[in-house]
C-alpha cells in the first residue's frame, strides 16, 4: 500500500468509527406504541380541534416517557381492544384508566397504583326511585363491555337487567333518551360526564368497589421497572400532582409545583 492510501484508509476507519459512535451514543431515544382508549373522560379522549388525544393519562404516559427516556406513538381504540392488545403483546404499553385486577394480572403485568378509583351509579335527574344499588333488581343497567362495572353487575346484581355498550358514551346517552334505568362506570367518569358533558344526570349511592389504575404492559415486559421508577419521581418532584390538579382541581400529595 503506497503512502497516501493507507493514509486514506485511516481516514475511512477513523470516519466509519465516528459514525458509529454517534449511531451507538443513546441520543436517539426508543419509541414505544403505547394503547389507550379511545373515549374515557377526563383521561383520554379526543381533541376534535387539534385531533389529538387528551387527558390525565395522555399527559401522565408523557411525562413518564420524559422520565425514563423514551418516546411514545399513541394509539387509541375501545377498551377491551386494550386489554386484548396487552394480552397479545401488540403494544408496548397501556394507559386507559385500566384497573388492577386478580384476573388481568394473571396475563397482563401492571405498573405500581397511579389512579384511585371505584363503581358509581347515574340516573336521570328526576327519577327518585334509584337512590343506590339497593334499588337495581328488574331495572335496566348499562355499562361498557370487558370492564370492571360488568363483572360487578354480573356478579352482584343477577336480578337486574344488564345492557352493555362498545362505548361508554352510548350508554349515558341511551340513560338520558329514557331507554335506560340507570347506568354503572368509574367514579372519575360518571362524575366528570354528570358535571360537564349533561345537564340531565345525577350521580346516587355510595362508592361501590374501591379499585386502582395500573399502567399496563404484556407479560414480563422490561418496562415495568423502569415506568414505576419515573411514576415515583413524578410523584415526588410535583408533576404528578401538576397533572393531578390540571384534570382534577386538586393536587393528590400535596406537593409544590414543579414549575
Ligand atoms: N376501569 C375500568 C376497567 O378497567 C374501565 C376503564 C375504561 O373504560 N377505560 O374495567
Known sequence: ?????????????ALSALLLAG??????????????????????FLNEETGEMEGFDIDLIKAVAEEAGFKVNIESMKFDGVVSGMQSGRFDIGIAGMTITEERKETIDFSDPYY????????????NEIKSEEDLAGKKVGTRSG????AYIKENHPDAELVTFPGIVEAYMDLESGRLDA???DVPNVKYYVANDSAN????GDILQGEQYGIA?????????????????????????????KWFGERKYG????E
Not at 119 to 125: C, D, Q
Open 217 to 245: 404492559f404484556p407479560k414480563d415486559s422490561d418496562l415495568v421497572e423502569d415506568v414505576n421508577k419515573a411514576l415515583e419521581t413524578l410523584k415526588e418532584n410535583g408533576t404528578y400532582d401538576d397533572i393531578y390538579e
Open 201 to 204: 344526570l345525577k350521580t346516587v
Open 116 to 127: 384511585d378509583a371505584g363503581l358509581m351509579i347515574a340516573v336521570n335527574k328526576n327519577n
Open 23 to 44: 449511531c451507538n451514543s443513546g441520543d436517539a431515544a426508543e419509541e414505544y406504541t403505547v394503547a389507550t382508549d379511545n373515549n374515557f373522560v377526563p383521561f383520554e
Open 255 to 258: 406537593t409544590e409545583s414543579s
Open 1 to 13: 500500500m503506497g503512502k497516501g492510501k493507507g493514509y486514506l484508509f485511516i481516514l475511512v476507519i
Open 147 to 150: 370492564t370492571t362495572s360488568e
Open 183 to 185: 347506568v354503572m362506570y
